[in-house]
């Protein structure tokens, strides 16, 4: 079967690989820049659709309807993992991104609380709920994608530049907004400037179009769909069949989410509002954070080929746990460089552990429900702790006065995710003297993707 060619033996399937990582890649790069876009206008968008005199209730309600987004994200998940499942992978990530796209596009139409009163609020919620809709497909269809489609030595590697890819969305999220907020005055940046990191979202959108509708189906979903051998109903056969599965991911995602969300979303509202810095400053640094994060994503994957998922992961959620009181103490009253060193040297364990659950969440799971499993894992999660995150520090803030409360939030997560990670007794291995290996449904230990 090709499946076991190599790309010595076959130069057109390397291509094939490395044409689908990169549209797997530019995908969750567009997802994550227009889901992510609004956590960092918050504080500029909060009193035009949300006036009132208290600027931290304001605040909270534009975090909680960025957090709105993420409760459609199961909902998203069940339709695009029964899509991805039963129709195609290919299908489900064409169709996620262009509704990414679409949800953007209504963003940067919004009228304000003044031109549109109540209706602007509303209309704020619907299109953050079409986003959050088409971003629960996106990384379960993504990651899915890339562990069919490369070979086995290098699931660690295919799958960091899917977290490459969402990372730089945030990044460039953040390099969008604070170009716009460089460029313009405060009173322009709230009448218009803001709509326009909403705008450059649609020439991303058009290329990874452009990509997708290149790539194949994985020869896994093919071969079984010759076969019929295709889930009728992936939702039920799912928790029918890997109800342990779908809370390993949930229980690894908590994790994964609050540390990561907490370094893309809620670290720059933290340095401005608790430790004082000027906005725009904190904007550039927190996008070059991001950026130096993303580029070691690939660095992540191959350790995660070379030693696996599990001691990778275990490594990133013990660092974080035990940094993130001591870092956040650092990021007030030292001065921004002290700052930004401290809140990098927490991001550290954010590539870890994004990359090493990457490719352990779908080999987690037979092909016929993979993507529904993933999904759905993951998309709870997120909802607990992901699109959460700044408006649970936030609250711990406001409610307790002590603003290293997020820090417990943190460390609480990290948790979870290591008491998850050590109900997973099969380690995840790669590398040239070892392949891939999972433990199947029914106990028996086979090559990862097969």
């Known amino acids: 079967m090709a499946s076991h060619e190599t790309s010595q033996d076959n130069p057109s399937l390397d291509r094939t690989r490395r044409r689908g990582v990169l549209a797997a890649a530019v995908g969750t790069i567009v997802e994550y820049y227009d889901l992510t876009v609004y956590a960092y206008l918050a ?10 005199d208290d600027p931290t209730a304001s605040l909270l309600a534009s975090l909680a309807v960025f957090a709105s987004a993420y409760l459609m994200r199961p909902i998203g998940g069940i339709y695009f993992g029964r899509l991805g499942d039963r129709r195609g992978r290919k299908r489900a990530l ?19 609380y003044e031109t549109a009163g109540i209706l602007a609020p509303i209309l704020l919620v619907v299109a953050r709920l079409v986003q959050g809709f088409s971003a629960g ?27 490459l890819g969402s990372n730089s969305g945030f990044a460039l999220a953040a390099i969008a907004v604070g170009t716009v907020s460089a460029l313009t005055t405060e009173p322009q940046m709230s009448s218009w400037g803001w709509r326009i990191p909403f705008l450059l979202g649609v020439p991303l959108l058009l290329f ?31 928790l029918r069949t890997h109800p342990k599965q779908v809370l390993q991911v949930f229980g690894l995602g908590v994790a994964q989410n609050a540390t990561g969300y907490m370094v893309l979303t809620y670290m720059a509202i933290h340095l401005v509002r608790e430790g004082g810095f000027d906005r725009t400053a904190v904007t550039w640094t927190t996008a070059l954070i991001i950026v130096v994060i993303a580029l070691l994503m690939p660095v992540a994957g191959l ?14 959620l013990v660092g974080s746990g035990l940094l993130a009181y001591p870092m956040m103490s650092l990021m007030g009253g030292h001065g921004l460089g002290v700052a930004a060193l401290a809140f990098f040297v927490f991001a550290l364990g954010t590539p870890l552990i994004q990359v090493a659950t990457a490719p352990l969440f779908p080999s987690l ?5 993979r993507l529904t499993g993933v999904a759905l ?41 290591i008491v998850t990670l050590l109900s997973i007794r099969t380690v ?7 392949a891939v290996r999972v433990e199947s449904p029914d106990g028996v230990h086979t090559p990862a993707g097969r």
């Open 94 to 112: 064409l169709v996620s991104v262009l509704l990414m796209g679409v949800g953007s596009l209504l963003m940067a139409l919004l009228p304000t």
């Open 137 to 163: 497909g996106e990384l379960g269809g993504a990651l899915t994608y890339v562990y069919e489609t490369v070979g086995p030595k290098r699931k660690g590697l295919g799958a960091s530049f899917v977290a």
């Open 365 to 369: 799971f037979n092909s016929r429900v």
């Open 208 to 238: 990874c179009l452009w990509t997708r509708t290149r790539i194949e189906e994985p020869e896994q979903f093919t071969d079984a769909a010759a076969k019929d051998d295709i889930a009728k109903a992936p939702l039920t056969e799912l």
């Open 303 to 316: 350790l995660v080929d070379r030693f696996g998922s599990v001691p990778v992961a275990a490594v990133g």
């Open 43 to 52: 504080v500029v968008v909060s009193p035009l659709f949300f006036p009132g």
């Open 377 to 417: 894992g993951f998309n709870l999660a997120t909802i607990a702790t992901g699109g959460t995150a700044a408006y649970i520090a936030t609250w711990l803030i406001d409610r307790t006065g002590n603003s290293l409360s997020p820090a417990w939030f943190l460390a609480g997560s990290c948790l979870i995710g």
């Open 428 to 434: 995840t291995y790669g590398g040239a003297r070892a």
